[in-house]
C-alpha cells in the first residue's frame, strides 16, 4: 500500500502513533506550541490525512491543505471544523462518537450531585477549618433523586444520562431534541420513563435542566434569557455539551438576579475559561476544566478510534465512524 502523509496536530498515546507510523510517514506537530508551529506550516501542504483535536480546522487551514483526503478528530464535537469546505471539496471527517458516552454522562452526573448538595463548597469549608460545629439549613443542599430532569439533546450522552437519572435516581425524564426517539428500538429500558417534551413545558417542570448539545448554527446561544427566565425557581443548569450554546451573560442574570439555584459548566464559551470571566469564581458556580471524556480509559478508546477512521480512510475503505458534513 502507498504509504501516505499523515499531520498529527494533538499527541496520541505511543500505541496509537505506532500503527499510524507502521503504515504511513507521520508528522507530530501541534500548532498551539511555538517551538512546533513551523513544523505544522511545513507538514500541512503535504498532508493526506490529519488526526487531532481542540483546533480550528477552519477554511484557511484547509486552503493550505490541498492533497487532504480526511480529517479525523480525536472527539465527537465537530464544531472545529469547516463542515461546508470539507464537504465541497470531498474531504472525509471522521469523530469518534460512542466510545466516551458513559464517561460523559458520569461526569454530567457528577455536576450535578455537586451542585445539588453543594459538595465543593461543603468540602472547601473542611479544608478552610471552618467546620467548627455541625452545619445548619443555609447550608443544606436538596435531593437529586426522584427530582425531575429535563434533557436538552437526547443522543448518544443523553441518553446515557437519562439511563443514569431514570433507572439509578428514579428521576423522571424529559427531552427537547430535534426529533422524538424511538426508544422501544433504541433504548427500551427507557420506554415509559422518558417523554419527549416541548421546550416551554420541560423547562416550566425540570428541577435540572441538562445541556448535552452540538455546538451548530441551530444551537448556538440557543440557551439564552427567555430559556432561562422560564425555568421553574430553584432550578439547576448543567452544561456538558458546548459552552457556546449558552448566552453566558444570561446565565450569569439567571443566577444574579432570577431564579436559577445553581449552574454546573464543563464547558464554556472561550475555553480555557479567562480568568477575568465572572463564572469562574461564582459562588454558585460550579465549574470544571473540560473534562468531560477525561479518563485514561476513554481518552485512549477515543484515539483507538480515531487512528482506525484514519488507516482506513486512507487505504481507500469506508472509515468505522464518519461524521456525515451534509446533515450539520
Ligand atoms: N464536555 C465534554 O467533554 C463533551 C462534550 N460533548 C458534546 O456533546 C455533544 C453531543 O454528543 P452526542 O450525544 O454524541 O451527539 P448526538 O448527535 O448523538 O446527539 C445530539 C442531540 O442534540 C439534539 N439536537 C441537535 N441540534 C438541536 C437543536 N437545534 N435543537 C434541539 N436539539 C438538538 C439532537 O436531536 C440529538 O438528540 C457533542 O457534539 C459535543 O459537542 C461530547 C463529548 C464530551
Ligand atoms: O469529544 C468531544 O466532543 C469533547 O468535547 C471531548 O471529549
Redesign the pocket.
Known amino acids: 500500500m502507498t504509504r501516505k502523509n499523515v499531520l498529527v496536530f494533538r499527541e496520541l498515546p505511543d500505541d496509537q502513533l505506532a500503527r499510524l507510523q507502521a503504515a504511513h510517514e507521520v508528522t507530530v506537530a501541534n500548532p498551539r506550541l511555538d517551538a512546533q508551529r513551523a513544523a505544522f506550516d511545513a507538514a500541512l501542504p503535504l498532508a493526506h490525512g490529519l488526526i487531532g483535536s481542540s483546533f480550528p480546522v477552519d477554511d484557511a487551514l484547509l486552503a493550505r491543505a490541498p492533497r487532504l483526503e480526511v480529517v479525523s478528530s480525536v ?5 472545529n471544523y469547516a463542515l461546508a469546505s470539507l464537504q465541497a471539496r470531498g474531504i472525509l471527517l471522521c469523530h469518534t ?2 466510545v ?2 458513559e ?2 454522562a458520569d ?2 452526573f457528577a455536576l450535578l450531585m455537586a451542585t445539588s448538595r453543594r459538595v465543593v463548597e461543603l468540602s472547601n469549608l473542611v479544608r478552610d477549618g471552618a467546620w467548627t460545629k455541625n452545619i445548619g439549613e443555609d447550608l443544606f443542599g436538596f435531593d437529586v433523586h426522584g427530582k425531575t430532569l429535563g ?10 444520562i437519562a439511563r443514569r437519572a431514570a433507572l439509578g435516581f428514579g428521576m423522571p425524564v424529559l ?5 422524538p ?1 424511538d426508544l422501544a428500538s433504541q433504548a427500551p429500558e427507557l420506554q415509559g420513563r422518558a417523554v419527549h417534551t416541548p ?1 416551554a413545558e420541560l423547562l416550566a417542570r425540570a428541577d435540572f435542566v441538562v445541556a ?5 448554527d ?2 448556538r446561544g ?1 440557551i439564552d434569557a427567555s430559556v432561562f427566565a422560564a425555568m421553574r425557581p430553584g432550578a439547576v443548569f448543567i ?4 459552552g457556546a450554546t449558552v448566552q453566558e451573560d444570561a446565565l450569569l442574570a439567571a443566577l444574579d438576579h432570577g431564579t436559577l439555584r445553581a449552574a454546573g459548566l ?2 464554556f464559551a472561550t475555553e480555557p475559561l479567562p480568568a477575568a470571566s465572572p463564572l469562574r469564581t461564582h459562588p454558585r458556580v460550579t465549574p ?1 476544566p ?5 479518563t485514561h480509559e476513554t481518552r485512549h478508546a477515543m484515539a483507538e478510534l480515531a487512528t482506525t477512521n484514519l488507516l482506513q480512510a486512507l487505504a481507500g475503505e469506508r472509515p468505522a465512524a464518519v461524521f456525515d458534513t451534509a446533515s450539520a
Open positions: 472527539s465527537v464535537g465537530v464544531d462518537p460512542g466516551l458516552d464517561t460523559v461526569t454530567v434533557l436538552l439533546g437526547f443522543g448518544r450522552i443523553g441518553q446515557a427531552y427537547h431534541a430535534r426529533r426517539v421546550l448535552m448539545l452540538p455546538l451548530s441551530s444551537t440557543m452544561n456538558g455539551g458546548r464543563d464547558v470544571l473540560h473534562i468531560g471524556s477525561a
